[in-house]
């Protein structure tokens, strides 16, 4: 007898198991088919630092939410509506955060006495009544993954690994996924191992079947396809995204893309992504450390290309000094800073918004830098185009400031048409630029453009055009170099003048107050922007008349900015640091800023947020 199917609206999934359980790429398959319904989605990753954290401990539990709707969402989702817990640590882990009346699938094999008794639980709690307050569905996932594949020629080991299977074929068929993407990607996956093609193939259906003909699923449940922009889609990441971003500014610019980086976790997948594209004229240095990874994209930017590193918060520190060097030579590089919870190496796989400050200010003497910081995970393309456009049209560094929870997290993209982002010309000099008193024709290369203050860049090798430069400070005009006092001056107040022309280029801050009567504004910048926008929602769902503003640039700020926080009665503004924005704006334009803070690796929740956008608004 056929099952009876339920509509929904939205879903959250929480998969959840140890760092070994394959958590991660059975959310990203989930994903990838739930993107192909034509669902909104949005992502979070969580897993632990260590490449193999201790099995069954709740410091190695790995967990993916998914948050996925027939209507536009801006989160991951405060807490789940359905949690897969491979093991009494992911449960463990997991429940507090778990609504009472939420479906719970849990790995009933693994709930042994050891494994119960390595993360607190005397008793188990698929016994004594501890989990009443939810739908449990208790299934033996490894030994049915087993059996499954009695009949295939792989170990019990490989067996038991294919169990992640298993519950991503059930949890396709609980919410009707589709199947022939995930075939395609294990046939891809295993195409040099027949048998482990064959055995993760059979468990993932294997998986499907069980939701069909199980008695302990009595409905499947069914959630429409998103209205969305018309366009072609996919699923994309912020680190995915930002490899492209860099490629499109390639192209756009004519400029061959040169990436010198260190691996640092969670930057490092956009090293892995570029170096996958020789064919477009990428070149990636995976170099010794931070500092020559920087070093090298310098000197590439020197050599006439574009000149790309990446890195986190310490990978940050260390460049430093070759940023000031970029600063003081004028050339255009790109440095992407993939933020994490620090100090130190701190918590390399969890988020935070705290080396703002670093980035404005993390150099010696006066050496500014234009910063900017994408919002969302496909956003991270539009950001990394941006960074380009601006370093090379003002010769300067630009520092983007992503991090984890963008890195990580993924929703939908639409495709852009590259031809209608923005030009990017390098305006290479091909001709001297100056005559001396002598009449002799000479290259000049700090002689500027007097729109954008920008020195003129002549790729090395061109005739007549020999040039030097070097950390030491310059004379304007001829690049000489000067200790005269009043020249040092000139050309330190030359370069943040340079920076402070940028505002000419960018929008102004845009203000989304609906009905142009709210008196209390909600800033935020980078990664906040879906939560703080959820909450918002929510707010005026409850009648509160709120505004909601966000930067995309911080240095410098938009031309608007101190008027737009001057217009309301309070602004609160959430980061996730200690108010390193906040402390910025109230010193710079003597407006109250109410900070809001959380420094715990992970993004804000709605409802906390809701809560005091509530508290604000209403407090006289």
């Known amino acids: 007898m056929a099952k009876q199917v339920v509509q929904l609206d939205r879903v959250i999934i929480r998969f959840a198991g140890d760092s070994g359980d394959g958590m991660q790429l059975t959310g990203d398959r989930f994903t990838s088919e ?61 429940l507090p955060e778990l609504p009472r009346g939420s479906d719970l699938i849990v790995n009933t094999d693994e709930f042994t006495k050891r494994n119960l008794a390595r993360v607190g639980y005397d008793e188990n709690p698929l016994e004594t009544g501890a989990l009443d307050a939810y739908r449990v569905h208790a299934i033996p996932l490894t030994s049915m993954t087993v059996e499954a594949l009695k009949n295939v020629d792989v170990t019990r080991k490989d067996a038991e690994r294919a169990k992640n299977m298993f519950a991503l074929g059930l949890l396709c068929w609980l919410y009707h996924r589709p199947t022939e993407g995930t075939i395609a990607f294990l046939k891809k996956k295993f195409a040099s191992k027949p048998e482990l093609l064959r055995a993760n193939t ?32 996919r699923n994309i990441s912020g680190n995915l995204a930002m490899a492209y971003g860099l490629l499109a500014a390639s192209w756009r610019s004519s400029l061959p893309l040169f990436l010198g980086s260190y691996p640092i976790t969670p930057a490092s997948d956009i090293l892995h992504e570029l170096s996958k ?63 994490r ?46 960074a380009v456009r601006i370093a090379i049209t003002y010769r300067t560094p630009v520092i983007v400031l992503s991090d984890g929870y963008l890195a990580n997290g993924s929703e939908p993209w639409r495709l852009p048409d590259l031809d209608e982002l923005p ?16 009449g002799t024709e000479e290259f000049w290369p700090y002689l500027r453009d007097p729109q954008t203050l920008a020195r003129a860049w002549a790729a090395p090798g061109t005739a007549g055009l020999e040039h030097r430069i070097g950390g030491l400070e310059k004379q304007d005009g001829s690049g000489d170099i000067s200790y005269d006092p009043a020249n040092h001056d000139l050309m330190v107040r030359t370069r943040q003048a340079k920076v402070d022309r940028i505002t000419a280029s960018i929008p102004p801050l845009e203000v989304d107050d609906p009905d142009g009567d709210a008196d209390i504004l909600v800033l935020g910048w980078g990664s906040t922007y879906g939560p703080i ?28 900015t101190e008027q737009v926080l001057k217009g309301y009665r309070k602004v609160l503004l959430p980061e996730m640091n200690l108010g390193q924005l906040a402390l910025l704006l109230r010193g710079r334009f003597l407006v109250d800023v109410v900070s809001y803070t959380q420094v715990r690796g992970l993004p804000f929740k709605v409802a906390e947020l809701a809560s005091v956008i509530h508290e604000a608004a209403t407090d006289e």
Not at 286 to 302: K, N, P, R
């Open 341 to 386: 919870g620090g100090p130190s190496t701190g918590l390399p796989t969890k988020t935070e918004q705290s080396d703002l400050l670093q980035a404005l200010y993390g150099r010696n003497g006066e050496a500014p830098v234009p910063v900017l910081a994408p919002r969302s995970p496909s956003d991270c393309f539009n950001a990394a185009v941006e």
């Open 423 to 438: 030009p990017i010309d390098p305006a290479f000099s091909t001709a001297v630029n100056h005559v001396a008193a002598d």
């Open 202 to 233: 059979i468990a993932f259906e294997a998986g499907w079947s069980f939701g069909e003909t199980t008695e302990d699923f009595s409905v499947s449940y069914e959630i429409k396809p998103a209205p969305v922009r018309p366009g072609r889609y």
């Open 533 to 560: 926008g959820a909450a918002v929602r929510r707010c005026r769902d409850a009648g509160l008349h709120v505004a909601q503003a966000h930067f995309r640039h911080l240095n410098p700020l938009p031309v608007n």
């Open 277 to 339: 594209h020789k064919r477009f004229g990428v070149r990636t240095f995976q170099a010794e450390d931070e500092i020559a990874g920087v070093g090298a994209a310098l000197g590439a930017a020197f050599g006439g290309h574009l000149g790309v590193t990446t890195t986190s918060g310490p990978g940050l520190a260390l460049k430093a000094e070759t940023v000031g060097l970029a600063v003081s030579l004028e050339l255009p590089l790109v440095i992407c800073d993939i933020q």
């Open 34 to 94: 739930t993107a192909l319904m034509g669902n909104d989605l949005a992502t979070l990753p969580d897993f632990p630092a260590e490449i193999r954290a201790p099995a069954g401990t709740l410091p190695g539990v790995s967990a993916f939410q998914l948050h996925f709707a027939d209507h536009d969402i801006m989160t991951p989702g405060d807490s789940p509506n359905v949690l897969v817990a491979m093991n009494p640590a992911a449960l463990k882990a997991n």
